[in-house]
């Protein structure tokens, strides 16, 4: 059971807020629009999954919502903060203490412990993590006791608790979450998306997760389609029944 390891300040209000987003690509002679004026408001302390289809803009999305990349045109805003304008090393550090990643592959540094990989953020922020709120982090992933261990001694599911427990130390203002359950299998999967719906619904986490999995998208709380690098389509919790149906539908 996770408790509350968090003290976020704000559980109301939009952590994230794309403005007639924009992100255009060279092409030959012509741009080809990846993300074409999008405008989402992500409610603090939400569960939000973005699905489409292959092209659709997904990754662009989450590179431009997360601050690795620019828009083209349009802003960002991350729990409060325009990050329009920003220099690439000032987005970094922003990054750093604003925003948390969890990937499909995990990322986890290979030759650093447990313990120092969920560290790491705040490491190289300059911050220190309390060794209390430490063990309390791992227990709540259901890692306690495997503080010591190195990435390449952990099963897929536990290298990707891991890699939720960094993506939560520094109490982000929002985790984005990219195709987290891609390498896992099913039963593997489930319990991970248990866990980051209880990181939302039990610490008060906001999360965007960014799939083509209707299974990973059914536990979200809000549901976006994008086509095309636009927003097609929404649902408001979501269920495997439902978002099948309306893939099935879109993709006619
Ligand atoms: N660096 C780039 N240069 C040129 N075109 C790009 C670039 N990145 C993305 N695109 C184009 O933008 C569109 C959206 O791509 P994006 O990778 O965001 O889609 P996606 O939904 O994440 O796809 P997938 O599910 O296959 O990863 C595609 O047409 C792609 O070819």
């Known amino acids: 059971m996770l408790t509350d390891l968090t003290s976020r300040q704000t559980l109301t209000g939009t952590a994230v807020q794309l403005d007639h987003v924009t992100r255009t690509y060279p092409d030959g002679d012509r741009t080809v629009a990846a993300l074409d004026d999008v405008s989402l408001d992500v409610t603090a302390g939400s569960f939000t999954a973005v ?69 790491l953020p705040m490491t190289l ?40 427990a960094r993506a939560l130390v520094a109490s982000p203002d929002v985790v984005f979450a990219d195709e987290p359950t891609g390498a896992l299998d ?6 991970i998306l248990q866990l980051l719906r209880h990181s939302v619904h039990e610490l008060g986490q906001t999360l965007v997760l960014v799939t083509h999995d209707p299974r990973a998208a059914s536990y979200a709380d809000r549901l976006v389609f994008l086509a095309d690098g636009r927003i097609r389509d929404e649902l408001e919790a979501p269920t495997l029944e439902s978002v099948t149906a309306r893939v099935l539908e879109l993709g006619r």
């Open 186 to 191: 099913a039963a593997t999967a489930d319990r």
């Open 125 to 164: 922020a300059g911050a220190e993590v309390d060794q209390d709120r430490l063990e309390a982090l791992l227990a709540s992933v259901g890692l306690e006791g495997r503080d010591g261990r190195l990435p390449g001694e952990l099963s897929g599911g536990q290298a990707q608790r891991v890699a939720i």
């Open 51 to 119: 699905m489409g289809p292959s092209g659709s803009g997904k990754s662009t999305f989450l590179s431009c919502a997360a601050g690795l990349d620019s828009p083209t045109s349009g802003r960002v805003v991350i729990g409060g903060t325009d990050l329009s304008g920003m220099s690439p090393d000032a987005l970094t550090r922003f990054r750093r203490q604003h925003v948390g990643f969890v990937f499909q592959g995990y990322n986890l540094v290979p030759h650093l412990t447990v313990a120092e990989n969920v560290r």
